[in-house]
């Protein structure tokens, strides 16, 4: 086991510990940049110094993973095919333990590793963080608890060949997301002094990413070709020669537009540039200068819109839409859609419009331009009046960003498709037979369904009870009580107009199983999971089991998509007052009196 040093004078220095007693700890060497006042240093169980070589992996949701203090590791001339890649991994914090069915901290860093001359190709993951490709470099989950540390330091990346949904770099965090997570002030950065190079990446979505907080990332010679974003950098100082960032701009632009664009006098200029010293006087802004070029070509090429991948090649614009909740609802009455932008740490101001367009039945009032600084989330709002038949899926709009005084718009849709399950026939609470979450056990009013029905209960008799929420929270600490060992069943009717693909997203706090047509086609515990369902025409009753083992906060939540192609909605919430009628969840008929009987 070795002391690491993780923050102030002398980071990034690990020496073993070769003795120890209650209080002091004996190193095999002295720290070569002896420690002060500033200094923080980590006593964990690592691994050091190994070599993993010449090996092949398929069909694996990782091929090298390194985690738990990993040190002076070396990955070398290794082969990947369809998995989550190569990486290393540094995190502080609480994460969920399912062995232990609880959270625990855990805390490593990756520090001075080499990922050399590997061929990964297929990438493919699954569930690994946020990623759907192969990932290669250096991966710092999150730091959120714990005194100040640099979690990652010094690992080198170089002369490997990707290709097929891979990338490579320096990463933490959600990929997807705009929102900025700072790591510790004390700190600043959660990663530094990462060395990319060298490396040959093609056919990808992304080929290399520098994310948020990580410093002073150098790269340099990487060869990249058919990639729809050859670079997102959101790194802090991160030392790229300008006419190399300049370079993965042209050709992105030119593999995504074809013909239609010509960028000779441009690409010639930019080939000048880059023979030029990275430290040449004015370099930065002569580079800046055919990049304003380069987008005036664009807007000459596509006068009417252009796509979102070109904004992102051309300033690293990005934007998320985020539709009011009661637009979920899909009732009538006023509400809004949010639009936040955010670009890169190397990139331009602009300026920026975003218009929602006309839509037949809607009121729609759009926010004025706002300038958009590099890095920096910026909100636009738009109110909007929704018509009483509510049915569209996808909203047009159109984002015009202006770079030296000439436009270029970018033409998207906002998904409003996604539905909240707000209308419930519940029932309970039932005594957790089984102890278990979820109960494994039947209760009661599971065995037939019978909204019509009463059954014992913890509390005593209970009845169905119809309940319409404002949102999708189903709060069943509030409905049926925070009891020990419960048990509670919600009822829901999804009705199609046609067979249609739907996803479900659930979130739970205690144990859910959900059943569709009286099939279990899901099981989760205290967290989330999306499910992708087929419903059939007409009628499709959703039934819900929630447990809880404790006194706690106990409900779930669930929203459905249409996932059908058009752009109609062919999906509608039941409403609560009305599930009794749904065929399936109305009482059994009573059977016919014989003549003379009483």
């Not at 020496?15 to 120890?20: A, C």
């Amino acid at each position: 086991m070795p002391a690491s040093s993780t923050f102030g004078k002398g980071l990034g220095q690990c020496i073993p510990i070769v003795d120890n007693s209650e209080t002091t700890i004996k190193l095999a060497r002295p720290f070569a940049v002896p420690l002060d006042e500033t200094s923080h240093v980590a006593i964990v169980g690592n691994k050091m110094e190994t070599v993993v070589f010449n090996n092949t992996f398929s069909d694996a949701s990782v091929a090298v993973q390194l985690y738990s203090q990993c040190y002076g590791m070396i990955v070398d001339g290794n082969r990947s095919e369809r998995t989550g890649g190569m990486y290393g991994i540094g995190w502080g914090g609480d994460f969920w333990d399912k062995g232990q069915g609880r959270k625990s901290y855990k805390f490593t860093m990756c520090c001075f590793n080499q990922f050399l001359n590997n061929d990964l190709s297929q990438g493919f993951s699954y569930e690994q963080y946020w990623y759907v490709g192969g990932v290669l470099g250096v991966h710092i989950a999150k730091f959120e608890k714990g005194p100040p540390a640099v979690l990652g330091i010094g690992n080198v990346v170089r002369n490997n060949r990707l290709r097929d949904n891979n990338v490579a770099g320096s990463m933490g965090g959600d990929p997807h997301s705009l929102k900025i997570v700072a790591p510790d002030k004390e700190v600043g950065y959660s990663c530094r002094d990462t060395l990319i190079e060298g490396n040959t990446i093609a056919d990808t979505l992304r080929a290399l990413a520098v994310d948020p907080f990580h410093r002073d990332t150098l790269l340099r010679n990487n060869r990249i070709e058919r990639a729809v974003q050859p670079l997102r950098d959101n790194g802090i100082n991160t030392w790229i020669h300008p006419a190399e960032r300049l370079g993965y701009q042209i050709q992105a632009i030119k593999w995504l537009l074809g013909e239609r664009v010509n960028l000779g006098d441009i690409e010639r200029e930019a080939g000048r540039l880059s023979a030029e010293p990275a430290t040449a006087p004015g370099l930065v802004e002569r580079c800046s200068r055919v990049r304003e070029q380069l987008w005036a070509a664009v807007a000459r090429c596509q006068p009417q819109g252009t796509t979102p991948e070109i904004a992102a090649v051309l300033v690293g614009l990005r934007y998320e839409f985020a539709p009011s909740a009661s637009l979920a609802s899909g009732k009538a009455g006023k509400s809004e859609i949010a639009v936040a932008i955010r670009t890169e740490t190397w990139s331009p101001e602009i300026g920026v419009t975003c218009a929602l367009q006309p839509v037949p039945g809607w009121q729609i009032n759009n926010a004025d331009a706002k300038p958009v600084p590099p890095f920096t989330v910026v909100s636009f709002k738009s109110l909007v009046t929704a018509p009483a038949e509510n049915e569209i899926k996808k909203f047009p709009v159109r984002l015009t960003a202006t770079l030296a005084g000439v436009p270029l718009t970018f033409v998207d849709r906002v998904e409003i498709s996604g539905r909240d399950l707000t209308e419930w026939m519940v029932i309970g609470p039932f005594a957790n037979t089984s102890g278990s979450v979820p109960d494994t056990n039947s209760c009661p009013a599971e065995v037939k369904l019978d909204l019509g029905a009463e059954y014992p209960s913890l509390s005593g008799l209970v009845r169905w009870q119809p309940v319409a929420l404002r949102n999708k929270s189903l709060d069943l600490s509030k409905l049926c009580g925070g009891s020990e060992n419960a048990t509670a069943l919600a009822v829901a009717c999804l009705r199609a107009d046609k067979a249609v693909p739907v996803e479900l997203s659930v979130s739970c706090q205690g144990g859910l199983q959900l059943w569709l047509r009286e099939r279990l086609v899901a099981t989760v515990v205290k967290g989330g999971k999306r499910i992708r369902l087929d419903l059939q025409e007409g009628d499709n009753i959703l039934l819900c089991k929630s447990s809880v083992k404790s006194d706690a906060r106990w409900g779930f939540g669930i929203q459905f998509k249409d996932l059908s192609l058009d752009d109609r909605a062919h999906v509608r919430l039941v409403p609560a007052s009305e599930l009794k009628t749904v065929k399936g969840l109305m009482p059994p008929p009573a059977k016919p009196k014989r003549a003379g009987s009483q």
